[in-house]
């Protein structure tokens, strides 16, 4: 028994050995196309792809039913590539991004325009957690239609922003619950607007090449915290690059609670509200490259707890307010080698904050900062508020106009809140160089 199964044992030895020997004579795979599992995926040289068009695409259409349409394709194969063709599509909801897509469109011509918005009261209340709204005036709010709800006591993230997914009479359903309560007391109201490029609850999104036409004059104003030409809200690793964003009735790009965005070579220009708009505790952004001018506000406005950011190479001119703005609790970032010119107010202004939610250790580098101010005089850079370790370093200020036009009169004012600064090397070409009213005290 025992020498008939060792020589049974020893056969199957003699098998397996003589059957690898063989396996080692055919031609392995290369080292890249071994089949590996899930969670050690071998990288594929060729991902999902396809393109969209008004004519001669995979998927044929003029508005954002076609973009989505590819958009979402591409996103239930885990991602890879939608490619815009050129012309004009009409957008009566946002394109909607989804994790690992890019959406590529050929710059300018590949243009995306915000459809004229309705506007409505609301008829009756319309209730935190309710999914539906009762307009009085329903023509205009048609199934498939993104939406925006507020009243006069709604404002930032509380202002509601969904898609309607059906509709009887003069009531229409959402797809997502209200985030407050909007009371017909308090003009409750809802339009059709809404961002026309959105990202929410993404990873790894991108954008390349694609021009946001906003119609602001034939939209109601939508404010950056929930909306903007292009939008993100906890979007992260999202890369918006080459796009323009314009004529938007509020903010050109906003993101929010959004981490690692890269926002390079993009124009925002001629938007009511923000030019470019980082909030709400967005970590690691970095803005390159990129030109807002002529907004009804703020060229560059950091708004809460924007952190550890690099904005470099940009052009802030002939905004309605600030060139850069800087304030509640943005901290350890990186401003340099930005143009900041020609705009209605300060150059660079550090909004007024206690010491606890003050923008500590913000650094001002090799920055050009000239011409701002138009009605009233201003700074080049104006600081207020308790705040800590800011380093102005090698930075040009100054004011070439013809003496009878100059408004930035000072070259850097620190008000007297200020608790520590330095200033090293930096060139200052106005009819003051510096204000420090700390030395007042």
């Known amino acids: 028994m025992t020498s008939r199964w060792l020589c049974g044992f020893l056969g199957v030895l003699c098998h397996v050995t003589l059957a690898d020997s063989v396996a080692d004579t055919r031609s392995a795979p290369a080292a890249d196309e071994q089949q590996l599992p899930r969670a050690m995926h071998s990288k594929m040289s060729e991902k999902p792809h396809v393109t969209v068009g008004r004519a001669e695409a995979d998927i044929v259409g003029a508005d954002n039913r076609a973009l989505q349409a590819a958009v979402d394709y591409i996103a239930s194969l885990g991602g890879g590539m939608v490619e815009i063709g050129e012309g004009e599509f009409v957008m009566r909801d946002s394109l909607h991004l989804r994790s690992h897509v890019t959406v590529r469109g050929k710059r300018p011509g590949t243009v995306l325009r915000k459809a004229a918005g309705a506007d409505s009261r609301l008829e009756l209340d319309g209730d935190y957690g309710e999914e539906q709204i009762t307009l009085a005036l329903p023509e205009g709010f048609d199934v498939g239609c993104g939406v925006a709800i507020w009243d006069d006591n709604a404002e930032g993230f509380h202002v509601t922003v969904a898609r309607i997914t059906g509709r009887n009479g003069r009531t229409v359903s959402l797809d997502r619950p209200l985030g407050s309560d909007y009371m017909v007391r308090d003009n409750a109201r809802a339009a059709t607007v809404f961002p026309v490029i959105s990202a929410q609850n993404t990873e790894d999104a991108a954008i390349e090449g694609l021009t946001v036409e906003g119609s602001r004059d034939q939209n109601a104003v939508l404010g950056g915290c929930r909306g ?214």
């Open 228 to 441: 903007a030409a292009i939008y993100l809200y906890r979007a992260f690793g999202t890369v918006i690059r080459g796009c323009i964003a314009r004529h938007f009735n509020g903010d050109g790009i906003s993101f929010q609670a959004s981490n690692d965005v890269l926002v390079e070579n993009c124009i925002s220009e001629q938007n009511a509200g923000l030019g470019l708009h980082p909030g709400s505790g967005s970590q690691r952004a970095v803005i390159r490259g990129c030109i807002a001018r002529e907004n009804g506000e703020d060229g560059l406005y950091l708004c809460w707890r924007v952190r550890h950011g690099l904005f470099e190479n940009n052009r802030l001119e002939n905004n309605g307010r600030h060139g850069i703005s800087i304030g509640h609790k943005d901290s350890d970032n990186l401003l340099r080698e930005n143009t900041v010119r020609e705009n209605a107010r300060d150059g660079v202004y550090f909004r007024a904050e206690n010491l606890g939610m003050a923008p500590h250790r913000n650094r001002i580098e090799k920055n050009i900062v000239e011409n701002n101010g138009r009605e009233n005089t201003v700074a080049g850079i104006r600081v207020r508020g308790e705040v800590l370790g800011l380093v102005f370093i090698d930075n040009t200020i100054r004011d070439t106009r013809p003496a009878g036009l100059r408004k930035q009169k000072t070259g850097i004012l620190i008000e007297k809140e200020v608790r520590e600064i330095t200033l090293k090397d930096n060139r200052i070409d106005c009819e003051t160089e510096l204000v420090d009213q700390r030395s007042r005290q």
